[in-house]
């Protein structure tokens, strides 16, 4: 079992910055790939980034590639989503997830996880 908690969200203005943290529970978390989804209000829950259990491979949705940048500190059991050059398109609530077994290749699918954290509010607005 793996709880994840995420924090950092925020109201920032276009263009800003914001980075996000997911504090994950368990022994396993250094052996699992995660993944940060968001969904806007009416919408869909979409793939933003996601990141290997070792950190070494990462992949990212088109919309936010070159701007956000997916990280982890297995030490610290926490995984990061560093957002740059925010757009009010990227309002959303933001949430974590871990995949449901070790060593695997993380996914961009929502079905592909099993854990997911309660969410944080991002809104991007001047």
């Known amino acids: 079992q793996v709880h994840v908690v995420e924090s950092g969200g925020g109201l920032v203005q276009p263009g800003g910055s914001l980075r996000l943290s997911c504090a994950a529970s368990?022994?396993?978390?250094?052996?699992?790939?995660m993944g940060w989804f968001r969904q806007a209000p009416g919408k869909e829950r979409e793939f933003v980034a996601a990141?290997?259990?070792?950190?070494?491979?990462?992949d990212y949705a088109d919309s936010v590639k070159g701007r956000f940048t997916i990280s982890r500190d297995n030490a610290k059991n926490t995984v990061f989503l560093q957002m740059d050059s925010l757009k009010s398109e990227d309002t959303a609530v933001y949430y974590c997830?871990?995949?449901?077994?070790?060593?695997?290749?993380?996914?961009?699918?929502?079905?592909?996880?099993?854990?997911w954290g309660q969410g944080t509010q991002v809104t991007v607005s001047s």
């Open positions: 990141i290997s259990w070792s950190g070494s491979s990462t």
């Open positions: 368990g022994r396993t978390f250094s052996r699992r790939a």
């Open positions: 997830a871990a995949r449901p077994g070790v060593h695997t290749s993380s996914s961009n699918r929502p079905a592909g996880y099993d854990y």
